[in-house]
């Protein structure tokens, strides 16, 4: 009976299972970069006005935070919420501005959403 996982499955000889090692650490791989692309696509919603109160809510610019002109005002940075706990890393408020100061400084002054999607796949994934 063939799997839709069968290339996943546990093979029976020693050389294979080292490649099945490779294909399952390369799979979790990209998996951490599609839930970042995800992440990513969901600040930039919310930074443009195009995603839920809820959720815009979480996400502001340093230079909207505060009444003082910064000099971080000009790289496009979000304000980081403080958590207490590793569950509290792991929340959109946390995890999203976190992520998102970390791109590079072209992808987070992208005004297109087109031109936002096509240099976040390329720098994530190299393509």
């Not at 999203?96 to 720098?123: I, V």
Request: hydrophobic letters at 40%; aromatic letters at 10%.
């Amino acid at each position: 009976m063939n799997s839709r996982f069968e290339k996943y499955d546990m093979p029976k000889n020693d050389t294979s299972k080292v490649n099945y090692v490779i294909k399952v650490q390369i799979c979790r791989h990209a998996v951490r970069q599609r839930v970042d692309l995800k992440i990513a696509f969901l600040v930039f919603q919310c930074l443009t006005g195009h995603a839920p109160a809820y959720l815009a809510d979480d996400c502001q610019l340093t230079a909207d935070a505060s009444a003082r002109r910064h000099r971080s005002a000009d790289t496009a940075k979000c304000v980081v919420r403080r958590t207490y706990n590793n569950f509290g890393d792991r929340c959109f408020a946390s995890a999203g501005p976190r992520l998102w100061n970390t791109l590079p400084l072209n992808l987070r002054l992208c005004d297109s959403l087109g031109q936002f999607k096509r240099s976040l796949k390329t720098f994530l994934f190299g393509l």
